[in-house]
T-cell receptor
């Protein structure tokens, strides 16, 4: 079955600290991977996507992710977080016919 | 460019009542999706349309949920009768690019509370 697993449900971190949100995908998921962010009472906004080419993908708001085929991972990183990064983050894998399968979400809380 | 529009934003109903949600995708986007997001979980696909045809409705509870996209533009998702476990945010998304690689653009969602 196609699946995307986010390994942490909640990640607390202090402002200006680095952060990594972990995501693993099943090998049956097509290798089109996405990270979305969801602020309270809003829809999902694309942070970045991996389609092919360079395994290091840069997105908006200073986020980046690295595609690792051997470990079937697509972890999201930011070297220095801000209070405004507090949100829920979803990893998703693209499947046939354009369906996205989402992980369970990781709530990032940035403390002052 | 206008984004994906959804209405209503919030709806409270009692169990066994019916409810309908409306979505207008980004102009020109042929693919439209309805996702259900239960609190604490990731979005789950309910149905995917390509123009006015259904591509995937394998996870749609067809005994109570229905959706249509009659003219290949806007779409309606209906629940009848609602159950307590239908309490969730219903997200509509659209995609302009064919295949698996294009970004999905999401609306702000319709939050349903079933009492």
């Amino acid at each position: 079955a196609q699946s995307v697993t986010q390994l942490d449900s909640q990640v607390p971190v202090f402002e200006e600290a680095p952060v990594e949100l972990r995501c693993n995908y099943s090998s049956s998921v097509s290798v089109y991977l996405f990270w979305y962010v969801q602020y309270p009472n809003q829809g999902l906004q694309l942070l970045l996507k991996y389609l092919s080419g360079s395994t290091l993908v840069k997105g908006i708001n200073g986020f980046e992710a690295e595609f690792n085929k051997s470990q079937t991972s697509f972890h999201l990183r930011k070297p220095s977080v801000h209070i405004s990064d507090t949100a829920e983050y979803f990893c998703a894998g693209g499947t046939s016919y354009g369906k996205l399968t989402f992980g369970q979400g990781t709530i990032l809380t940035v403390h002052p | 460019e206008a984004g994906v529009a959804q209405s209503p934003r919030y709806k409270i109903i009692e169990k066994r009542q019916s409810v309908a949600f409306w979505c207008n995708p980004i102009s020109g986007h042929a693919t439209l999706y309805w996702y259900q997001q239960i609190l604490g979980q990731g979005p789950k696909l309910l149905i995917q349309f390509q123009n006015n045809g259904v591509v995937d409705d394998s996870q749609l509870p067809k005994d109570r949920f229905s959706a249509e996209r009659l003219k290949g533009v806007d779409s309606t998702l209906k629940i009848q009768p609602a159950k307590l476990e239908d309490s969730a945010v219903y997200l509509c998304a659209s995609r302009g690019q064919r295949g698996s690689t294009g970004e999905l653009f999401f609306g702000e969602g319709s939050r349903l509370t079933v009492l």
